[in-house]
Every structure is written in C-alpha cells, then in structure tokens.
C-alpha cells in the first residue's frame, strides 16, 4: 500500500501582503484508512488548503468519519461505481466563498 505522503512537496502559495499558505494536493487511491497520515501532515507541515483526489467515498462513509479539526470540507463523492471522488478542506482561518 502507498502512503499519500510518498510524494510530499506542499505547496506554499503566497497571497498580497506578507502571507503565505501551505498547500497539499494528493491522489489517496482510498481516503478512508489515510486519515490519521492526513492529520499528521496537517500538524507537519500547518497546511491551511488540502485537495485529495480518488478518496473511493461513498454514501455509506459519513462527513463525520472524512473529519479534519479547524478544516471545513467539500466533498463530492462518485455515485455510480467504485472509485472517484475528491475532498476539499479549507483550513477555519481562511475566508473563501463556494462558486456552484
């Protein structure tokens, strides 16, 4: 099994001002047994904007079980067959608005 930390190189994008954001983008290939490696990467690397690819969610997985403290989430999950999905959390810090 990979670990989605196998490829880490968060990106730090900087913003007007003297901010910066740590950002993260991976492809789990299954979320749902990854969570604890996410956290941790999270309190690594303080990442404030975290996009997970192929997190294989369903239906039957609540918010509750994909949970980041102090992140809110955006998740879109294949509805049709196994595999797909992708997760968005958005660290509580930052201002941001959800475009449909």
Not at 43 to 60: D, F, M, P, V
Request: charged share 20%.
């Amino acid at each position: 099994m990979q670990n989605i930390s196998d490829n880490l190189q968060p990106e730090q994008v900087k913003l007007t001002g003297s901010h910066n954001i740590n950002c993260y983008y991976t492809n789990a290939h299954n979320l749902y047994n990854k969570m604890d490696e996410v956290q941790a990467l999270v309190e690594k690397h303080q990442l404030k904007i975290i996009g997970i690819t192929e997190t294989w969610a369903s239906a039957e997985i609540s918010d509750a079980e994909y949970h980041l403290p102090n992140f809110e989430m955006y998740r879109k999950d294949r509805k049709e067959c196994r595999g797909g999905g992708v997760i968005l959390y958005v660290h509580e810090s930052l201002t941001f608005l959800v475009v449909n």
